[in-house]
């Protein structure tokens, strides 16, 4: 399997950008996906990025590739108090990372 | 549209006992996921159901077992509970077992071994 990992906790101001990293251990992932957790629901797909790529660009959200380190990331622009949740990145939907939690300060 | 229903949505159950959970796909979806969330983790990959048959399993031992039936729904059994199997269990359903297709999660089996 793959092993995912994401630091754990990130606390912005509303209105800033976050960044969400994630570092993975196999290459062999042919899609990387960002997931959203909110308390007591599921899982919310956000985004993903096919491997040979390295940015997709979703309205406030930008997701970045770097397959040389192994690293994904998500940046959310203009971050807002809705944005509170944990956020997972999955290597085919099968290997998730630890989750971040995202914590934006009014 | 209802989504993905799992049932029930929540299960207290005694170490060595066997557990049955239920997952209803999203309309038009024929294959369905199921991970293990333990509290504080992120989701660990089980199995996927796709024509009825396991298609890719994860890391888990044989006690994890599961079932797809002909109008696409699945159930995950487990047996001889362990507390460690305490943990939320999420079910996904989509349409065809490829990597690039969007997956949607219902809202969980909250399941406790005492």
């Known amino acids: 399997g793959e092993d995912v990992e994401q630091s754990l906790f990130l606390s912005v101001r509303e209105g800033d950008s976050s960044v969400i990293n994630c570092t993975y251990t196999?290459?062999?992932?042919?899609?990387l996906y960002w997931y959203k957790q909110e308390p007591g629901a599921g899982l919310q797909l956000l985004t993903y990025i096919f491997s040979n790529m390295d940015m997709k660009q979703d309205q406030r959200l930008t997701v970045l590739l770097n397959k040389k380190d192994k690293h994904l990331s998500l940046r959310i622009a203009d971050t807002q108090t809705g944005d509170s949740a944990i956020y997972f990145c999955a290597g085919n939907q099968f290997y998730f990372g630890t989750g971040t939690s995202l914590t934006v300060i009014p | 549209d209802a989504g993905v229903t799992q049932s029930p949505t929540h299960l207290i159950k005694t170490r060595g006992q066997q557990v049955t959970l239920r997952c209803s796909p999203k309309s038009g979806h024929d294959t369905v996921s199921w991970y293990q969330q333990a509290l504080g983790q992120g989701p660990q990959f089980i199995f996927q159901y796709y024509e009825e048959e396991e298609r890719q399993r994860g890391n888990f031992p044989d006690r994890f077992s599961g079932h797809q039936f002909p109008n696409y729904s699945s159930e995950l059994n487990v047996n001889a509970l362990l507390l460690g199997d305490s943990a939320l269990y999420l079910c996904?359903?989509?349409?065809?077992?490829?990597?690039?297709?969007?997956?949607?999660f219902g809202q969980g089996t909250r399941l406790t071994v005492v």
């Open positions: 996904a359903s989509s349409q065809g077992p490829q990597l690039n297709t969007e997956a949607f």
């Open positions: 196999d290459s062999s992932s042919t899609y």
